[in-house]
């Protein structure tokens, strides 16, 4: 009788899982594996918010596998040696993994290479509905710009997906770790797990997504996120369920998986990026502390701005809209570096991924693979556009919810300013230009250092 290992990573699902549906397929018995590894929290990546919903998903998990005669073994330590060892305790005849794109999970596939021979089997298009590789254009290892990576996106063939393997098989008695209990630093997570994200598809209204992705208040977005960036959710496979429903809005949200699609293919081809610039551009970074302190705590006196950060706060998630209107107000209009922003919203966010994080930033902050890098997102033109009534500011700044209509996004014109709240960090006239461009105006006398 022969036996397969998968392990997990940011697979966690029964659905379309290349990985454990190739194991199932190539040994009689399959044992799934997850490993606890030290590494991640000593690299920072640990985040209390995602380590809570990530025991969600592994307890979802292993119900799921039960089901079809499997169970997780959780194990702690190294993942190579924790994979290699139970390769060898149990005789297996192959170890299948999902691919990943980040430099952390390149260095550990060839690791695994190296200790388990042509055992080893790596899947690609686990995490991803177009594998980073399958379309570059001529000369190049990946696409730069988005809207030619889109066409040849489009263009390529696409795997049907996969239905859940039959019964796996897993013997008993292997010994293992208990899933890990966190305490996120957010008040309300969603719920872990295939089963949640499975729900959550269902019950979203993706036809309505062309029209409401951005209004902040309606808050029409699918929340799947966090359950892209575990692998409870298939990528490929919601990009055929979305053409399946068809419409402006499903055309919409494939648009944005393809996004994710691009910046995966541009991190795995440069997973510097995840720290350094794409596109240097020279800047030489304010360093503020009092500022970016404000910032991060909802202080900043734009109250667009506030909003944003603290729904990130409270619930380890933001509106896509607010990530990029909060991300381009430090890195625009305060000149602060974008790793400190980026940061901290991988210190907070439950889908903290490192592909779509960093270079969303780098978007932002002009150092990336925009063509446009002088791009700056004024926070009151943005408020009046995408929040014109303020429900969004009103909902996360209480203090100025009194203040009627879009007046709330002005509070220093306010005739009665709550005491509460902070005057504007910068003149309010001078959020629409780069910090590098008008620190003189925006200091007068001062100097450059504020």
Same mark, same amino acid.
């Given at each position: 009788? /022969?036996?397969?290992?998968?392990l997990?990573? &940011?697979?966690l699902r029964?659905?379309?899982n290349?990985a454990?549906?190739a194991a199932?397929?190539?040994a009689? &018995?399959?044992?799934?594996?997850?490993?606890?590894?030290?590494?991640?929290?000593?690299? =920072?990546?640990d985040?209390?918010?995602?380590?809570a919903?990530?025991?969600?998903?592994? /307890? $979802?998990?292993?119900?799921?596998l039960r089901? *079809?005669g499997?169970?997780?073994?959780?194990r702690?330590g190294d993942?190579?040696?924790q994979?290699?060892?139970l390769a060898?305790e149990?005789?297996?005849?192959?170890?299948?993994?999902?691919?990943?794109?980040?430099?952390?999970?390149?260095?550990?596939?060839?690791?695994?290479?190296?200790?388990?021979?042509?055992?080893?089997r790596?899947?690609e298009?686990?995490?991803?509905?177009?594998p980073?590789g399958?379309v570059?254009?001529a000369?190049?290892d990946?696409y730069?710009v988005?809207?030619?990576?889109q066409?040849?996106?489009?263009?390529v063939?696409?795997?049907a997906?996969?239905?859940?393997?039959g019964?796996?098989?897993t013997?008993?008695?292997l010994p293992?770790?208990?899933?890990d209990s966190?305490k996120?630093?957010?008040?309300?997570?969603p719920a872990a797990g295939?089963s949640?994200?499975r729900?959550?598809w269902?019950?979203?209204?993706?036809?309505q997504?062309?029209?409401?992705?951005d @209004?902040l208040?309606a808050?029409g /977005?699918?929340h799947?996120?966090?359950?892209?960036?575990?692998?409870?959710?298939s990528?490929?496979?919601?990009v055929?369920?979305?053409?399946?429903?068809?419409g402006?809005?499903a055309?919409?949200f494939?648009?944005?998986?393809?996004?994710? $699609?691009?910046?995966?293919?541009?991190l795995?081809?440069r997973?510097?990026?995840?720290?350094a610039?794409?596109?240097?551009r020279?800047d030489?970074w304010?360093? $503020?502390?009092?500022e970016f302190?404000?910032? &991060?705590q909802?202080?900043?006196g734009?109250? *667009?701005? @506030?909003a =944003?950060?603290?729904?990130?706060?409270e619930?380890?998630w933001?509106?896509?809209r607010?990530r990029?209107?909060t991300?381009?107000?430090?890195?625009?209009?305060?000149?602060? @570096?974008?790793?400190l922003?980026?940061?901290?919203?991988?210190?907070h966010?439950v889908d903290?991924?490192l592909?779509?994080?960093?270079?969303?930033?780098?978007?932002?902050?002009g150092?990336?693979?925009? /063509?446009r890098?002088?791009?700056?997102?004024n926070?009151?033109?943005?408020?009046?556009?995408?929040?014109p009534d303020?429900?969004?500011?009103?909902?996360?700044?209480?203090e100025?919810?009194?203040?009627?209509g879009?007046?709330i996004?002005r509070p220093?014109?306010?005739?009665?300013?709550?005491?509460?709240?902070?005057?504007p960090?910068?003149?309010?006239e001078?959020?629409?230009v780069?910090?590098r461009?008008?620190?003189?105006s925006?200091?007068?006398?001062?100097?450059?250092?504020?």
């Amino acid at each position: 009788m /022969t036996l397969a290992v998968v392990l997990f990573t &940011q697979d966690l699902r029964l659905h379309d899982n290349p990985a454990l549906y190739a194991a199932r397929a190539e040994a009689d &018995q399959a044992v799934p594996l997850f490993v606890t590894d030290p590494a991640i929290a000593a690299a =920072g990546f640990d985040a209390p918010n995602r380590r809570a919903f990530l025991a969600g998903c592994l /307890t $979802d998990l292993d119900a799921s596998l039960r089901r *079809i005669g499997g169970r997780l073994l959780v194990r702690e330590g190294d993942t190579v040696e924790q994979t290699a060892r139970l390769a060898a305790e149990l005789g297996a005849v192959a170890v299948h993994v999902a691919a990943g794109v980040s430099g952390y999970a390149r260095r550990r596939e060839q690791r695994l290479r190296r200790a388990l021979g042509d055992r080893l089997r790596v899947h690609e298009g686990s995490l991803t509905a177009v594998p980073p590789g399958a379309v570059t254009p001529a000369g190049r290892d990946h696409y730069a710009v988005f809207t030619p990576y889109q066409r040849a996106w489009q263009q390529v063939g696409r795997r049907a997906p996969l239905p859940v393997p039959g019964p796996l098989n897993t013997p008993t008695g292997l010994p293992g770790a208990d899933v890990d209990s966190v305490k996120p630093t957010a008040g309300s997570l969603p719920a872990a797990g295939e089963s949640a994200a499975r729900r959550a598809w269902q019950h979203w209204r993706v036809a309505q997504y062309a029209q409401l992705h951005d @209004d902040l208040a309606a808050d029409g /977005t699918s929340h799947l996120s966090p359950y892209l960036h575990f692998g409870c959710l298939s990528a490929n496979e919601l990009v055929h369920l979305a053409e399946r429903r068809g419409g402006p809005g499903a055309e919409a949200f494939v648009r944005q998986l393809v996004w994710r $699609d691009f910046h995966h293919q541009v991190l795995a081809a440069r997973p510097a990026a995840a720290h350094a610039d794409y596109r240097a551009r020279h800047d030489s970074w304010r360093t $503020d502390e009092a500022e970016f302190a404000a910032w &991060q705590q909802g202080r900043t006196g734009f109250p *667009i701005v @506030d909003a =944003g950060m603290r729904q990130l706060a409270e619930t380890g998630w933001m509106h896509n809209r607010a990530r990029l209107v909060t991300a381009s107000f430090l890195a625009k209009s305060l000149y602060l @570096d974008w790793r400190l922003g980026a940061r901290h919203f991988l210190d907070h966010l439950v889908d903290g991924d490192l592909a779509n994080n960093q270079l969303n930033w780098q978007w932002v902050a002009g150092t990336g693979t925009d /063509t446009r890098p002088n791009r700056v997102l004024n926070p009151l033109a943005q408020a009046d556009r995408y929040d014109p009534d303020g429900a969004y500011v009103r909902r996360w700044v209480p203090e100025l919810a009194a203040l009627p209509g879009r007046e709330i996004h002005r509070p220093w014109r306010a005739r009665h300013r709550p005491a509460d709240y902070p005057a504007p960090l910068i003149a309010p006239e001078s959020t629409g230009v780069r910090f590098r461009e008008a620190r003189e105006s925006l200091n007068g006398s001062q100097g450059e250092g504020r």
